[in-house]
């Protein structure tokens, strides 16, 4: 394990998250799409199910993407600057906590602070551990020809290049038929 599990699930959110914002369509467009999202991905925590919301956690998406950006730049000061302010803007105050069967793991801001806060703090917490350990690299964008979506690649060998199979499938048939008629 790179690292520890809520880090994982909470890169994995995150990039879930920017992801929704997809080249084929908003992904999240109503309050129902985004509680299918919190429960897909067991947010806990007051959700107020309103516009504002859902607004907020719209705004959030390119601001993680940005940090995906850098790390295509491996460039650290720019993920560096959206983490921290993440982090100022949502007030983390780290604490451990354990809840729902899961051992004791960290948790930055309550439970009643507003959803686009502990989506963003979270995910900023969990950008802190790839940074410190400079595994930026780690953060990549989908190797597939019109296909924007970014990954975390958690692999031993740094080998993942897609978001999902839909996207490696279909780049490895245009290769073997790009193969065939050549």
Request: charged letters at 25%; hydrophobic letters at 45%; proline letters at 3%.
């Amino acid at each position: 394990m790179l690292f520890a599990h809520d880090t994982e699930v909470a890169l994995a959110a995150a990039a879930a998250l920017v992801n929704t914002d997809s080249t084929d369509g908003e992904l999240l467009p109503d309050a129902a799409a985004l509680d299918r999202f919190l429960h897909e991905w067991r947010w806990t925590g007051t959700v107020r199910r309103d516009d504002a919301e859902l607004a907020a956690v719209h705004a959030l998406r390119p601001r993680l993407r940005a940090v995906w950006a850098a790390a295509a730049e491996e460039s650290e000061e720019p993920a560096v600057e959206v983490v921290n302010a993440l982090l100022r803007e949502g007030g983390a105050l780290p604490q451990l906590v354990r809840h729902d069967g899961w051992g004791y793991h960290v948790h930055a801001t309550g439970p009643d602070s507003p959803l686009a806060a502990r989506m963003a703090v979270e995910a900023a917490m969990a950008l802190v551990d790839v940074i410190r350990t400079q595994e930026l690299g780690r953060l990549r964008t989908c190797a597939a020809a019109h296909c924007d979506d970014v990954l975390v690649d958690l692999s031993k060998n740094r080998s993942r290049r897609f978001c999902n199979t839909t996207c490696s499938n279909r780049t490895n048939v245009a290769a073997f038929r790009a193969r065939r008629r050549g």
